[in-house]
């Protein structure tokens, strides 16, 4: 899934020349970078073409309709399990020869999926995937903070996550589409796409020294702050919650298929776009007044969804619910971008992959808590009222939002 590096200048670093100074020039410009987009494409395709085609071809071959998602459920459980481990790897093997084995694994399995559809097997192919996931997810942030010149990474990360979310947008319904239309072999082709990233490895930049000057929060640190990352990792856990909540239940809660299907679109969309252009923000301005702004957008939004669900069916209660997701959407995405550049900042130069792994670790979590906690409640109290609590929740985070992100 889903969206690091210091929204603070560094002093003591060499004078930039003016091209890198913040907001002086587009990054999109930069070769490197597009190329980065490229492999984001094609790693993240290839991941969001077999999320919801699989569980379909799975029951197609006879395999029960309650166990279908036992494929997603693995390989997201592959991918948080192995997130935490992915730091060592790339001390012990290095940046290229860990994310190469990352694209492998999540795109050379593909195919395979076609030789049985026996549950077992998918499973296996499922897990092993899950594995290359964990990997192209931790090490991409990362990557992105290494192209972009000082005071430009929160930009290079925005950029980053609206990349991955074009293929989430794109990639999703077409697999549905032409796994229902009896083509799931082409979809699993498809979802080969991640080898095709492995050429553009070896054109990005190495890691930059570490930086030792000591008004960096994370400067020099030989761990990673546990105490201090506790706040901004509960933020993103209770956003992603509600994010994963909303996602899993909306289309069952509302009557009408058409209406769930463009307040999800909306949330789409201006969570990306959210997520892209609060990086350029964060730069200019920092990045604590945009985090406390965008969950008091989540909290608005949430209580105007909340109370036109509690309506009957009508015009207002589909304007509120549509404002509403798309609002949500705003404080959604912008939560992602700077609660990971936050990790980046806190944990420090040197300690970027844990702070990443930690940063997916609670995003996947989050995620799928939220979509089997928010809708078992709101199966038995309805989805209005839970999201009035959701609301409560959020606002709940303010506090730590605050305390935790550095001036």
Known sequence: MPPPAAVMKAPAMPPTTRSEQP????????????RQIVLALLSFGGFFVTLSSIPLWAVDGGVPEGLAGLAT??????????QLFVPAMVRRFGQPVVLAAGLIALGAPTPLLLLDRDLWWLLVVSAIRGLGFAVVTVLMPIVATQIAPPGRHGEA???????????NLIAIPLSVALT????????????????????????????????????????????VPVGALTGITLVLLVITMIGGGLLAILPVQLPSGSLATVALLLFGLTSAVARWRSGVLADRTGSRPLLVGGLVFAVVALLLMSGGLLLDPGPTRTVMVLVGAAILGVGYGAVQ?????????????????????????TFDAGTAVGALLIGAVAAGAGLGPVLAGCAALVAATLLPAWRSTPR
């Open 157 to 167: 990360i925005g950029i980053y996550g609206l990349a991955i979310a074009i293929p």
């Open 23 to 34: 907001g002086s020039s587009s990054l999109w410009h930069l070769p490197a970078l597009r």
């Open 73 to 82: 459920t693995v390989m997201l459980a592959a991918t948080v399990a192995t």
């Open 180 to 223: 229902t239309a009896g083509h799931f072999a082409v979809v699993a082709w498809i979802g080969a796409l991640p080898l095709l990233a492995l050429p553009l490895i070896r054109s990005f930049p190495a890691p930059a020294p570490v930086t030792t000057d000591p008004r960096d929060p994370g400067a020099g640190r030989a761990r």
């Open 337 to 361: 971008n700077l609660s990971l550049l936050v990790s980046f900042v806190l944990a420090g130069p040197d300690r970027r992959a844990t702070a990443s792994a930690l940063w997916n670790a």
